[in-house]
């Protein structure tokens, strides 16, 4: 059984750093490809970013430049350093994961991942 179990949300103020991770049973990290998706009160979940299982990345317009994905193969974690937080980035932050390749135009697609995790909220004040 396939379970992702995100930790490292909070609360911090504008400029702030946080950094998620994700903790994956039953799967490992090197197989899949991993995304993390955010969802804002009243608001369309959207990507954040992705890392596909060649190693592929993609960030979201929204966090280029301050948000970065990596995948640590032997502690089997999949993890969003998030820099320079502004106020629109509260959210609840969630990982997902899919056995298959994605290619470079689907890693940012939530319908091409088929397991989540049950969240992180992260909110950020100005």
């Known amino acids: 059984q396939v379970q992702l179990v995100e930790s490292g949300g909070g609360s911090v103020q504008s400029g702030g750093s946080l950094r998620l991770s994700c903790a994956p049973s039953g799967i490992t990290i090197s197989g899949n490809s991993w995304g993390w998706f955010r969802r804002a009160p009243g608001k369309e979940r959207e990507a954040v970013a992705a890392v596909n299982r060649d190693g592929t990345l993609r960030n979201a317009d929204a966090v280029k430049g301050r948000f970065t994905v990596s995948r640590d193969i032997a502690k089997n974690r999949f993890y969003l350093q998030m820099n320079s937080l502004k106020p629109e980035d509260t959210a609840m932050y969630y990982c997902?994961?899919?056995?298959?390749?994605?290619?470079?135009?689907?890693?940012?697609?939530?319908?091409?991942?088929?397991?989540w995790g049950q969240g992180t909220q992260v909110t950020v004040s100005s």
């Open positions: 997902a994961t899919t056995a298959t390749v994605l290619s470079r135009w689907t890693l940012l697609s939530p319908s091409a991942y088929n397991y």
